[in-house]
Every structure is written in structure tokens, then in C-alpha cells.
């Protein structure tokens, strides 16, 4: 079966009754809001994204993390005021985005905040840079219930890889990357997703076909 095609019917695994009905309602009041032209609000998230950390290794450059050019305050997510959120909200919550800007596994509670979340029963997804999953962290990740690893691997050699992500080091990243597969075949897991993220620019276009 299509990878990606088994990712989105774990998604859809992940809908009780209630998260369908407060789908239901949210796509409900917006058709009623359109029609109206009145603000009519109903239903909770269906989707959320929490940042673990605004801090990172690396230094890209179209990065506020990478920059350290951060206009709003920075830190780590106090793990109590992430699950005083998922308490209220999780029966209707179905998907969990854990990263916007920073390095997540930066954050030492980051896996025990996924396995939170798996634990309600929702569907969680990570973007990282690979260089912190080392064979402990990689076996967390699966045990930790993520359903989803998205892997920033953006040359195929060190030289145009560092050339974005300044301060990298390519070979973590594919090391990252083995761990984290062999830990899903000695743990028998068809989770994490893994999906290997690649930004297009100058330095690498031309190993676009040699990193497939
Ligand atoms: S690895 Fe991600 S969070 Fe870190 S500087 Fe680069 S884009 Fe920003």
C-alpha cells in the first residue's frame, strides 16, 4: 500500500464521534457564517500547533530561530501549560502539529509531551533536523506513539546540505534518519511516517533526482 496512503488512513483512525460531529460543526457555523454574513461560531480545534522551543542548532537563513531574530518571547513549552491545553480540548482535538519555528527535540520533554497526546488518542507530527536522534532518542520517538517524522535533508552532499543549514552536518541526518527506521522494524511500527523534506535552491537543484 502507497505510504502516504496508509499516513492518511491512520489519520482518519484517529476520529471518534465526537471529533466528527465537532468537525461537523465547525465546517457548519463557517457555511452559516457565509451565508449570513454574521460571525456564528461553533465547535473547538480540530487542529493546533504547539511549539516545543523557539531555540535551535542550526542557523538558517530565512529563519527567525536560525537568525535568533525573534520579535515575540522565546523559550521552551512548559510541559503543564501544554497538558492543562490538552485536557481541555482533546476529546475534540484530532491532529497536533509540534513545531513552527526551532528545533523540537531541543525541548527534553518534548517525547514525554507526544506520548501525552497519544495517549488521548490524537494524531501528532514533527519537523526536524535530525541531528538529536541518536539511537536513545530514535527508539523514544517510536515508543512515543509520533505518528508522523518530517526529516529536513536538503543536499546530498555536506557541501550544498550546509549551504541552508548553516552550522549542519548531513551525516547526522542520514544517521538520524537510519535510527529512527531501524527502531520501527525492531519495535514491529508502522509509526513515525517518515517524510524527507527538501527546499529547492541554487546550491542543490541539481541533486534533486539523486536524493530520491
Ligand atoms: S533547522 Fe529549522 S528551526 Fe532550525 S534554523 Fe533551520 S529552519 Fe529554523
Not at 464521534?17 to 463557517?30: D, E, P, V
Not at 519537523?127 to 520517538?141: F, G, I, M, P, V
Not at 512515543?144 to 551525516?171: C, F, H, M, V
Request: contains cysteine.
Amino acid at each position: 500500500m502507497n505510504k502516504n496512503f496508509k499516513d492518511t488512513l491512520n489519520l482518519i483512525s484517529h476520529l471518534t464521534t465526537r471529533r466528527l460531529w465537532n468537525l461537523g460543526a465547525i465546517t457548519g457555523s463557517y457555511i452559516l457564517s457565509k451565508w449570513t454574513g454574521k460571525n456564528l461560531h461553533s465547535g473547538m480545534p480540530a487542529a493546533i500547533s504547539f511549539e516545543p522551543t523557539t531555540s535551535c542548532n542550526l542557523r538558517c537563513p530565512e529563519c527567525p530561530s536560525g537568525l535568533r531574530s525573534f520579535t515575540r518571547p522565546n523559550g521552551m513549552l512548559d510541559p503543564k501549560f501544554f497538558k492543562k491545553v490538552i485536557d481541555e480540548i482533546h476529546n475534540e482535538l484530532l491532529y497536533l502539529v509540534f513545531y513552527f519555528q526551532g528545533e523540537p527535540y531541543l525541548n527534553t520533554s518534548f517525547l514525554e509531551l507526544v506520548q501525552y497526546a497519544t495517549e488521548k488518542g490524537i494524531y501528532t507530527a514533527t519537523s526536524t533536523n535530525a541531528h538529536y536522534l541518536n539511537d536513545e532518542n530514535a527508539r523514544k520517538t517510536v515508543e512515543s506513539g509520533l505518528d508522523r517524522l518530517i526529516i529536513s535533508i536538503d543536499g546530498t552532499t555536506q557541501e550544498s546540505y550546509e549551504s541552508y543549514r548553516i552550522g549542519g552536518q548531513l551525516e547526522k541526518v542520514i544517521e538520524g534518519a537510519k535510527n529512527v527506521v531501524k527502531w520501527k522494524k525492531e519495535l514491529n511500527s508502522s509509526t513515525p511516517h517518515l517524510i524527507f523534506q527538501f527546499l529547492v535552491v541554487k546550491s542543490n537543484e541539481h541533486q534533486l533526482d539523486a536524493v530520491k
